[in-house]
C-alpha cells in the first residue's frame, strides 16, 4: 500500500511524526503542492527559500519526491487516484488559511483519510490551556504552563524507509534569485550546531545587540520546518550550558513563537485586525496618502535615523532582521509616521526570508499596543537612544548605511550633529520624533476616551 506524505511547512525527515505515521501505511509518496494562493503571498525572497528547501528534500528523498502545482483539494486527491495511495498524511496546520485549506481537502479525498500527526510547534497551538479550558491571552503564564506540558524526545526517521516511485512529477516553480541563507535539513543543523558552540553561552547578554549577530538566525529554518523545535529543546537541554540563565532566555523566546501561533489558533481574525479591542477608533494616516513619500523612505531606509534605516536596508539585503531592530522600525511605522501595522506586516512579509503569519503579525500588534499582552501603546521607542544602547559603537548602522562610514562610534546615530555627518548623501530626518511622540500620544489619548 502507498501512503501519501503531503509536506507544507515541514520540509525535513528527520523529526517528523507524520513521516512515521506514513511509513507504517506503507511505502511513502513524498508530495508537495505549489498552491498558487500562498506563492502569490510570498514574495520573492520566500520563493527563493522554498525552491531551495524543495530542491534539498529531492535529494535527501533519493528524488523520490513528486511536485505538482494547482489547487490542493483538486492536486492532492488526483495523487492518490494516480498512486492508488491509502492514506494521506500531514503535519497538522493551525494557520487560517491552512485549516481551511486541510478541511477542503479532507472533505474532496471522501473516504481516504487526512491524517494530521504533529506539528511545526514542540506544543500543538490549542492545546496549552488554563485550567478551566480557556486559552491563555498573557505571555509569561502561558509559558509556565508551556514548559510544564513538556514535549517528547526528537524522532528518528524510520530504518527502513521505502519512497514509492513512478509517480510523474513537475519541474520545481523557478526563483528570482538564490537564497539568502542556507537552506535545507544539514545546513539547519550546520547553523544549529555553530550556534549551540559559539553563542548560546552568552545568548540572555549579547540577544539584544544587532551589531554582534549573536543570535541563532534559526528563524528561518524554522519558518520551512527543515529543523522542529522538538530538537532544538533537546539540543538546549543536553547542552553545557543547558541549565544557564542564557539557555533560559532561548527557550523562552522559542515559546514566544509557540505562544503567537496559539493566539493565531484560537483568534484567526487577529492575523490582520487589532486582537485588542481598544485602539479601534485610533486615527491612522492613509500609508497610500499624505504621507507616501515617508512610509517609502520607511520602505527603504531613508528616514534620515541611521538605527531605523540600517535595520530597514538589513532586511532588503538580506532578508532578515534583527529582533530588538524589527520593534524599532516597527515603532516608528506605527508612532512616529502613524500608520496602522498592517501595511508594515505586509511589507515584511514581503521581504522576510523568516516572514511567518502568527510571528510577524502578532509581533507587530505588540508594538502597536493592539495584541495581547502588548506594550503600551504609550511606549514609543525612541530612534536616536534604541541605536546608542543596543548599537553602542555604530558598528551595525555603518555596517548597513554607506553614507554613514565615515562617522566614528557612536556619533554615527545622530550625524546631523557631526560637521560632516550628512555630506556623504546620508538624508535629513523625515520627521522629528520628539513632535510625533507627543502627536501619537495625543491620538492616543483621543482613542481611549472615545
Ligand atoms: P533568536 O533570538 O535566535 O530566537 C530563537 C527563535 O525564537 C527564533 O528563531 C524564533 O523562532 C523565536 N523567536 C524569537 N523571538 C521571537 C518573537 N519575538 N516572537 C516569536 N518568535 C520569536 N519571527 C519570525 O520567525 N517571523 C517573522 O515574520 C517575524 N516577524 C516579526 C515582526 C516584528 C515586528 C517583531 C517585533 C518580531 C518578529 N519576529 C518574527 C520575531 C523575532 O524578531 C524573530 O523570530 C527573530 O528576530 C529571528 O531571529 P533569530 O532566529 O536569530 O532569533
Not at 525552491?51 to 490542493?72: C, F, Q
Amino acid at each position: 500500500m502507498t501512503a501519501v506524505l503531503w509536506l507544507r511547512r515541514d520540509l525535513r525527515l528527520h523529526d517528523l511524526p507524520a513521516l512515521l505515521a506514513a511509513h507504517e501505511g506503507g511505502q511513502v509518496l513524498p508530495v508537495f503542492v505549489v498552491d498558487p494562493a500562498l506563492l502569490a503571498t510570498a514574495g520573492p525572497v520566500r520563493r527563493a527559500h522554498l525552491v531551495a528547501a524543495l530542491e534539498d528534500l529531492r535529494e535527501s528523498t533519493d528524488r523520490a519526491l513528486v511536485v505538482r502545482t494547482g489547487r490542493p483539494e483538486e492536486e492532492v486527491p488526483r495523487l492518490v487516484r494516480e498512486s492508488g495511495a491509502g492514506s494521506v498524511h500531514v503535519s497538522r496546520e493551525t494557520t487560517p488559511y491552512g485549516r481551511r485549506r486541510d478541511a477542503r481537502v479532507a472533505a474532496a479525498l471522501g473516504d481516504v483519510p487526512l491524517v494530521a500527526t504533529g506539528t511545526p510547534y514542540a506544543v500543538g497551538p490549542g492545546v496549552v490551556r488554563k485550567a478551566d479550558g480557556d486559552p491563555y491571552r498573557v505571555f509569561t503564564p502561558f509559558s509556565r504552563a508551556w514548559r510544564d506540558h513538556g514535549s517528547p524526545p526528537p524522532a528518528p526517521p524510520p530504518a527502513r524507509l521505502r519512497w514509492r516511485r513512478g509517480v510523474a512529477t513537475e519541474e520545481l516553480p523557478g526563483a528570482d534569485g538564490p537564497p539568502t541563507h542556507a537552506v535545507g535539513e544539514a545546513a539547519a543543523r550546520e547553523r544549529w550546531a555553530e550556534f549551540l558552540d559559539t553563542d548560546l553561552a552568552r545568548y540572555d547578554t549579547a540577544r539584544d545587540r544587532p551589531d554582534l549577530d549573536a543570535t541563532s538566525q534559526m528563524s528561518v529554518h524554522l519558518k520551512y520546518g527543515t529543523i522542529h523545535p522538538r530538537t532544538m529543546l533537546a539540543d538546549v537541554a543536553a547542552h553545557p550550558a543547558g541549565r544557564t540563565e542564557a539557555a533560559r532566555r532561548y527557550v523562552t523566546e522559542l515559546c514566544w513563537r509557540e505562544f503567537y501561533a496559539d493566539v493565531l489558533w484560537h483568534h484567526p481574525a487577529s492575523a490582520w485586525s487589532d486582537l485588542n479591542d481598544g485602539l479601534r477608533s485610533m486615527a491612522y494616516e492613509d500609508p497610500a496618502g499624505t504621507p507616501a513619500a515617508h512610509v517609502r523612505a520607511w520602505e527603504e531606509g531613508r528616514t534620515g535615523y541611521p538605527f531605523v534605516d540600517a535595520a530597514m536596508r538589513q532586511l532588503r539585503e538580506t532578508g532578515w532582521m534583527h529582533n530588538r531592530a524589527r520593534m524599532v522600525v516597527a515603532s516608528f511605522l506605527v508612532k512616529d509616521l502613524h500608520v496602522w501595522w498592517p501595511h508594515g506586516a505586509r511589507h515584511f512579509l514581503a521581504h522576510l526570508a523568516d516572514g511567518d503569519l502568527a510571528s510577524n503579525n502578532h509581533g507587530w500588534q505588540w508594538v502597536a499596543g493592539t495584541g495581547t499582552d502588548a506594550a503600551p501603546y504609550f511606549r514609543v521607542f525612541n530612534p536616536v537612544s534604541q541605536g546608542e544602547r543596543f548599537d553602542p559603537a555604530g558598528d551595525y548602522v555603518r555596517r548597513h548605511v554607506p553614507e554613514l562610514a565615515h562617522v566614528p562610534g557612536a556619533a554615527v546615530h545622530q550625524p546631523w550633529r557631526v560637521p560632516d555627518g550628512l555630506a556623504h548623501g546620508y538624508p535629513e530626518r523625515i520627521v522629528d520624533h520628539a513632535a510625533e511622540r507627543a502627536e501619537a500620544l495625543r491620538r492616543y489619548e483621543s482613542a481611549r476616551a472615545a
